[in-house]
Antibody, heavy 114, light 110 residues
Framework: EVQLVESGGGLVQPGGSLRLSCAASGFTFSSYWMSWVRQAPGKGLQWVANINEDGRKKVYLDSVKGRFTISRDNAQNSLYLQMNSLRVEDTAVYYC???????WGQGALVAVSS | DVVMTQSPLSLSVTLGQPASISCRSSQSLVGSDGVTFLNWFHQRPGQSPRRLIDKVSIRDPGVPDRFSGSGSGTEFTLKISRVEAEDVGIYYCMQGTLWLFGQGTKLEIK
């Protein structure tokens, strides 16, 4: 069974940093593009970043470029999102997603507030 | 910039009746290889999104056949032939190359 389990969410002050992790299992992790998608409270879905199978190609939402870094460790079947210079408007549930995206994790809540 | 527009934004349907959601793109979604990357997702309250339809009309494994996707170019439709109670929630279309989501359509039971 495909499983994507996010961790690392929490409350952080504006300007702070947080690192999200996503542990993947049940499929060949190194064969898939992976993504982060977020959902602000009561709002719709917004793609944040993609990374290709070997980690060499990365694409970002304009508003997170230079602040967020997506990465992966295929040996550990893990996806990461390093979030720096966090803003109040980054508050959201962050989902790890596989491929198209055909599979989603349960999400990790990131709250940016003073 | 490409914009994905869904309509209606909310839908109230009697159990057993059909439902239809439209998704329009401001630009054609047909890729150079002829493939159209248009997905449909369903998100139940308090749950993660689940993909229902891939590439306009391909149902994901386990998705009931009462769900169907159609369309081409800039206009796409998700149809539910007979709405069931478990279908409540929000439906999103997504352009699969720019990863742009529609605003979402909230479906409730009348």
């Amino acid at each position: 069974e495909v499983q994507l389990v996010e961790s690392g969410g929490g409350l952080v002050q504006p300007g702070g940093s947080l690192r999200l992790s996503c542990a993947a299992s049940g499929f060949t992790f190194s064969s898939y593009w992976m993504s982060w998608v977020r959902q602000a409270p009561g709002k719709g879905l917004q793609w944040v970043a993609n990374i290709n199978e070997d980690g060499r190609k990365k694409v970002y939402l304009d508003s997170v470029k230079g602040r967020f870094t997506i990465s992966r460790d295929n040996a550990q079947n893990s996806l990461y999102l390093q979030m720096n210079s966090l803003r109040v408007e980054d508050t959201a549930v962050y989902y790890c997603a596989r491929g198209g995206p055909g599979k989603w994790g349960q999400g990790a809540l990131v709250a940016v507030s003073s | 910039d490409v914009v994905m527009t869904q309509s209606p934004l909310s839908l109230s349907v009697t159990l057993g009746q059909p439902a239809s959601i439209s998704c329009r793109s401001s630009q054609s979604l047909v890729g150079s290889d002829g493939v159209t990357f248009l997905n449909w997702f369903h998100q139940r309250p308090g749950q993660s999104p689940r993909r229902l339809i891939d590439k306009v009309s391909i149902r994901d494994p386990g998705v009931p056949d009462r769900f169907s996707g159609s369309g081409s170019g800039t206009e796409f439709t998700l149809k539910i032939s007979r709405v069931e109670a478990e279908d409540v929630g929000i439906y999103y279309c997504m352009q699969g190359t720019l990863w742009l989501f529609g605003q979402g359509t909230k479906l409730e039971i009348k």
